[in-house]
């Protein structure tokens, strides 16, 4: 046997030992909360959970066993699937920094990012966020909206080009492959007042980098990459750490290659525009707020350089993958039901613009908004967050809970260490909060009088928790929805979408690659894509 081989058996051992005594050390049980039952000690229910389309088990689960819902993780180990509006609450509003992220997640994203914000936690987290957030405000985002709309507008401009030299006057697009390198370029100049050129070379490096990155690592899982993902929240980090140095898995060689690509392209813009930006100018945008922390003679308003790069990966990834999926979601939703599609386009064109849109100019198009605030409903890319309980808590409960002793609470004790998975794909389909119609794509919804609204206050936009919510919140939403209120303006005003075949709705998948990924159900293994007929927008009478 070689010594890798005996290594890694050894190690297994000992992270198996390891979680049986940490097991036997809880006083706190969770194991008579109702859920799906298990064959399998091994696998447990993570083959069905991480096999499914994104949030499609979650929603049978949920409608079988209510808000709060045990599944079996990988050796036999207990876990919540949580739902319930007061239990979200409390674990993202009201004690935030005692549910960190479980350490297997965060060492896969740290190894595509960096120590950045996303897997930051406490003070540290407090720190960074704090640094950047005046560069995500209201009117700082706002300020964008001319980038976005030329970015909308450029993409617009490559379509039409592609429509006048074809005889019938129509095309097909990838719309996932056109809009993630818009928004690439968006993303670029907006942040860091940067050029990636994603739409004008097809080839760009960073672009084709980032393309299926998600779905490479997470999609079409096999038996031992569920395992190894459901062991690896249980792991310390740093053993994690030295796993993924010393035994790298194949499946995380594409994160590591965009981590070392998209670092040196991160530092190159420090490099180039460092000196302009420490020259006195005061400016409030994102990459000033990176510089001038870096150079921060105090600590609590510094970022190393090793943030400052891991932000700027974070930002770039996060700031154009994201809207761009949402995006292919509202295409296909239009497509679906092509009336929605018509009375957006009226909305639109009934606001005449002879100069360029404002952002009041969306506040008066509230079909717009409506649409937009449905696609994030109803397809959340982040469908699932994680958290792990920091030591023994009691969750609060909207709802109350029968275990399957029949005993019902009201509020749930649960052990350090507990993994919990919060559904948001599921809650954003709470018929108590967002009507029976909950499972239908209707963005009238938003527009009743009795709009959307819960008992319990959560998120940042609209009562849905696609941007989770508290001091871990998305700190780029209003970018996000600013940016899609600019693209469906300027691409649904001017062209009419199509699907190419009357089989592209039943075969059209939301791949539940940790980032909700539209995918064709008998193509998955090509990843990202969803090809639309487009054509010159009619006008209508």
């Known amino acids: 046997?070689?010594?890798?081989?005996?290594?890694?058996?050894?190690?297994?051992?000992?992270?198996?030992?390891?979680?049986?005594?940490?097991?036997?050390?809880?006083?706190?049980?969770?194991?008579?909360?109702?859920?799906?039952?298990?064959s399998s000690w091994l696998y447990g229910n993570w083959i069905e959970f991480l096999e499914a389309p994104a949030g499609e088990v979650d929603f049978r689960w949920s409608e079988q066993f209510g808000s709060i819902v045990r599944i079996k993780a990988p050796l036999g180990e207990d876990r919540l699937m949580i739902t319930?509006?007061?239990?979200?609450?409390?674990?993202?509003?009201?004690?935030?920094?005692?549910?960190?992220?479980?350490?297997?997640?965060?060492?896969?994203?740290?190894?595509?990012?960096?120590?950045?914000?996303?897997v930051m936690e406490g003070h540290d987290h407090k720190r960074a966020r704090k640094i950047m957030l005046p560069g995500f405000g209201g009117p700082e985002s706002r300020s964008f909206l001319p980038v976005f709309i030329g970015a909308a507008g450029k993409l617009a401009q490559k379509w039409q080009d592609l429509i006048a030299s074809d005889a019938q006057q129509m095309t097909v697009v990838s719309i996932p492959w056109w809009i993630s390198r818009a928004t690439l370029d968006a993303i670029g100049e907006a942040a860091f007042d940067?050029?990636?050129?994603?739409?004008?070379?097809?080839?760009?490096?960073?672009?084709?980098?980032?393309?299926?990155?998600?779905?490479?690592?997470?999609?079409?899982?096999?038996?031992?990459?569920?395992?190894?993902?459901?062991?690896?929240?249980?792991?310390?980090?740093?053993?994690?750490?030295?796993?993924?140095?010393?035994?790298?898995?194949?499946?995380?060689?594409?994160?590591?290659?965009?981590?070392?690509?998209?670092?040196?392209?991160?530092?190159?813009?420090?490099?180039?525009?460092?000196?302009?930006?420490?020259?006195?100018?005061?400016?409030?945008d994102i990459f000033s707020l990176l510089v001038k922390a870096n150079h921060s003679e105090k600590k609590e308003t510094g970022l190393e350089e090793k943030e400052v790069l891991a932000q700027m990966n974070t930002i770039i990834l996060a700031g154009h993958e994201t809207t761009?999926?949402?995006?292919?979601?509202?295409?296909?939703?239009?497509?679906?039901?092509?009336?929605?599609?018509?009375?957006?386009?009226?909305?639109?064109?009934?606001?005449?613009?002879?100069?360029?849109?404002?952002?009041?100019?969306?506040?008066?198009?509230?079909?717009?908004?409506?649409?937009?605030?449905?696609?994030?409903?109803?397809?959340?890319?982040?469908?699932?967050?994680?958290?792990?309980?920091?030591?023994?808590?009691?969750?609060?409960?909207?709802?109350?809970?029968?275990?399957?002793?029949?005993?019902?609470?009201?509020?749930?004790?649960?052990p350090k260490g507990t993994k919990i998975i919060t559904s948001v794909a599921a809650y954003n389909r709470n018929k108590a909060i967002f009507g029976e119609d909950a499972d239908v794509f209707n963005p009238d919804r938003w527009l009743r009088a009795d709009a959307p609204q819960s008992k319990v206050s959560l998120g940042v936009y609209g009562n849905l928790f696609t941007f989770v919510g508290g001091a871990r919140s998305c700190i780029g939403w209003k970018f996000a929805v600013l940016e899609m209120h600019a693209f469906l303006v300027e691409l649904v005003g001017k062209f009419e979408f199509e699907f190419i075949s009357?089989?592209?709705?039943?075969?059209?998948?939301?791949?539940?690659?940790?980032?909700?990924?539209?995918?064709?159900?008998?193509?998955?293994?090509?990843?990202?894509?969803?090809?639309?007929?487009?054509?010159?927008?009619r006008n209508e009478a």
């Open 502 to 537: 009357s089989t592209s709705v039943n075969d059209f998948r939301r791949e539940a690659s940790q980032l909700m990924t539209p995918t064709i159900e008998s193509e998955r293994e090509k990843g990202s894509q969803l090809s639309l007929r487009i054509r010159a927008a």
């Open 84 to 118: 319930d509006p007061k239990a979200i609450q409390y674990v993202y509003h009201t004690a935030s920094y005692r549910f960190p992220k479980p350490t297997g997640r965060s060492a896969i994203i740290r190894s595509l990012f960096g120590p950045g914000l996303t």
């Open 194 to 284: 940067y050029q990636f050129g994603a739409l004008d070379n097809t080839g760009n490096a960073l672009a084709d980098m980032y393309t299926n990155l998600f779905f490479d690592v997470f999609g079409l899982p096999t038996k031992s990459s569920i395992l190894s993902l459901g062991i690896a929240d249980e792991i310390p980090l740093s053993v994690i750490n030295f796993l993924f140095r010393y035994f790298p898995p194949r499946r995380m060689a594409h994160i590591f290659e965009t981590n070392k690509f998209s670092t040196s392209v991160a530092r190159k813009l420090v490099e180039d525009k460092t000196a302009a930006l420490l020259e006195g100018r005061s400016r409030r």
């Open 324 to 414: 761009a999926n949402s995006l292919t979601f509202a295409f296909f939703e239009l497509c679906k039901q092509p009336e929605i599609q018509k009375r957006l386009r009226a909305e639109i064109r009934a606001m005449e613009k002879t100069s360029d849109y404002t952002a009041s100019d969306f506040d008066n198009m509230p079909y717009l908004t409506a649409v937009v605030k449905e696609t994030l409903r109803v397809h959340p890319i982040f469908y699932n967050t994680f958290r792990v309980a920091g030591g023994d808590e009691v969750l609060p409960l909207l709802n109350p809970l029968t275990l399957d002793t029949g005993e019902v609470l009201t509020e749930l004790p649960i």
């Open 1 to 38: 046997m070689s010594y890798t081989l005996a290594s890694a058996s050894a190690l297994t051992c000992i992270v198996v030992l390891y979680l049986v005594y940490q097991r036997f050390q809880r006083r706190i049980s969770i194991s008579h909360v109702r859920g799906p039952s298990s």
